[in-house]
């Protein structure tokens, strides 16, 4: 399988770079190919341009300035995500990598009616999220619902792709752990890459 491995943090030296190192290894181990696109370090602008949102309507809609990552999307077979939450949600750069690369007449399609719109990532098989969160797990899950979670996996996943094999892998209370749990989280990133089918 050919996946697109997606890192989402400002440091090199960050969890998140050891994560994506991780699962980069993994997967190359189990046969697959992997495209790593790390947006800090590829420069990546995730501002939505004004002509971008002028022209989100339009049949087609101009990717010329993200065609690059676009055509990397397109070649996948799988996305995996590898990001921090901050504030309950994405990197302020990961919503850009949405707002700018999930685009009409890439990841979904409008329906002329008027009705929900038509996912066109029928490419994307597997979409992983490995991701990590400052507050501990009952906060995540029982304050705040999970709302990293529901947009990937209701919005986003639900309306781009069909029959995917979605899944999150979370770091909860990363402020206060101890190398020990991090060493063991990069451990079950690696266990459970490593059970993936080529």
Request: glycine share 6%; proline share 6%.
């Amino acid at each position: 399988m050919r996946i697109l491995l997606v890192l989402a943090h400002p440091l090199e030296d960050s969890f998140a770079a050891a994560v994506a190192k991780t699962a980069e290894e993994a997967l190359v181990a189990g046969g697959h190919e992997v495209d790593l696109l790390d947006l800090y370090r590829e420069d990546f602008d995730p501002r939505l341009s004004k002509a971008e949102r002028r022209g989100y309507f339009d049949q087609p809609y101009d990717t010329h300035a993200v065609e690059n990552i676009v055509a990397r999307l397109r070649a996948a077979d799988g996305l995996m995500l590898v990001f921090p939450q901050w504030w309950f949600n994405f990197p302020a750069i990961l919503k850009g990598f949405f707002d700018r690369v999930f685009a009409p007449g890439i990841a979904f399609r409008h329906d002329p009616a008027g009705g929900r719109i038509v996912p066109q990532l029928s490419n994307i098989r597997l979409f992983w999220a490995l991701t990590t969160t400052g507050s501990p797990w009952w906060v995540v899950h029982l304050y705040m619902g999970n709302p990293v979670r529901r947009l990937l996996k209701r919005g986003i996943a639900a309306f781009c792709a069909k029959h995917l094999d979605f899944r999150m892998l979370t770091l909860h209370d990363m402020d206060r752990i101890g190398e020990a749990k991090r060493r063991a989280h990069l451990s079950r990133v690696r266990n459970a890459l490593a059970a993936l089918s080529p």
